[in-house]
């Protein structure tokens, strides 16, 4: 093997069950990955608040990114080559590609009454809880955003479009995810933060890597398109996403976590690993 595999993958409706939120079909791969030492990296919506009990059931020790790429969250332990700029969180070193939450919330609020939106911070728990299918404690947790703020988009598609352009003059990127309008940091996406990350692991091993990205949905497009083996995995809500400039995209044969394992076994496979 001449470069060292990567994993990137989305979490909601990849790694985890669109509806139940189930990760049983992807333990087995998940397992092989932690014995063959190859990094999984989590790139997904969810908050930092959501992550800390994940990461523990899914015995999780890499690297995450959340908020649709607003931030990576690196392990002090990780053996990775890192600049002075970053944040200290706790046991973590946060790098950071937007503005703070606030920013966000403050100028959706201007747009409040041009567009039918429900912005995130005015449910409460209950409220996201009915919406998601969450429970109230998970969807406290999902509240707990830092550097995102997600909408409910009641308006028309063509609204949505005009809302682009014009969070688009504040700097602000507009994204539309699986059950949300994303609003971030111009900088901010999941294609970003997974090429700032690949570069440490590049320096940490002092040759190549190979990346396997995986999701399903329209904010996992990037990512995918930018990886060297492009994943959608298929989703049992909705048609696969279109990725551009790319003609060997693989859609998994099975939905949820279950495709998820169906593509790494296969690249495995193909890599000499198993």
């Keep these: 093997m001449t470069s060292k595999l990567i994993v990137f993958t989305d979490l909601d409706g990849t790694l985890?069950?669109?509806?139940?939120?189930s990760f049983t079909a992807a333990s087995t791969t998940l397992t092989s990955l932690k014995t063959l030492g190859i990094p999984c990296i989590i790139n997904t919506s969810k908050t930092y608040s959501e992550l800390l009990s994940l990461r523990q059931e899914l015995r999780h020790r890499d690297p995450f990114i959340i908020e649709n790429g607003a931030a990576i969250y690196i392990p002090k332990s990780a053996d990775l080559i890192l600049s002075s700029d970053m944040e200290s969180k706790g046991d973590y070193w946060v790098k950071a590609f937007g503005p703070k939450r606030k920013t966000l919330v403050d100028l959706a609020l201007a747009f409040a009454e041009r567009f039918d939106f429900i912005s995130y911070s005015d449910l409460s728990p209950e409220q996201l809880a009915e919406f998601t299918g969450l429970d109230c404690a998970s969807a406290s947790l999902s509240l707990r955003r830092?550097?995102?703020?997600?909408?409910?988009?009641?308006?028309?598609?063509?609204?949505?479009?005009?809302?682009?352009?014009?969070?688009?003059k504040h700097g602000v990127k507009v994204q539309k995810g699986g059950r949300f309008v994303h609003l971030m940091g111009q900088d901010c996406d999941k294609a970003v933060a997974m090429a700032w990350l690949n570069e440490k692991y590049q320096e940490k091993y002092d040759a190549p890597t190979k990346i396997i990205a995986l999701g399903d949905g329209e904010n996992d497009v990037e990512m995918i398109r930018h990886a060297d083996i492009p994943v959608v995995v298929r989703s049992p809500v909705h048609i696969p996403p279109e990725i551009p400039k790319r003609?060997?995209?693989?859609?998994?044969?099975?939905?949820?976590?279950?495709?998820?394992?169906?593509a790494i076994d296969k690249v495995l496979s193909i890599e000499g690993y198993v």
């Design 146 to 168: 830092e550097f995102t703020e997600p909408l409910i988009w009641k308006d028309s598609n063509l609204a949505l479009e005009t809302f682009k352009t014009d969070m688009a």
């Design 16 to 21: 985890l069950d669109h509806f139940d939120y």
């Design 247 to 262: 003609t060997d995209v693989w859609i998994t044969e099975s939905y949820g976590p279950a495709g998820w394992s169906e």
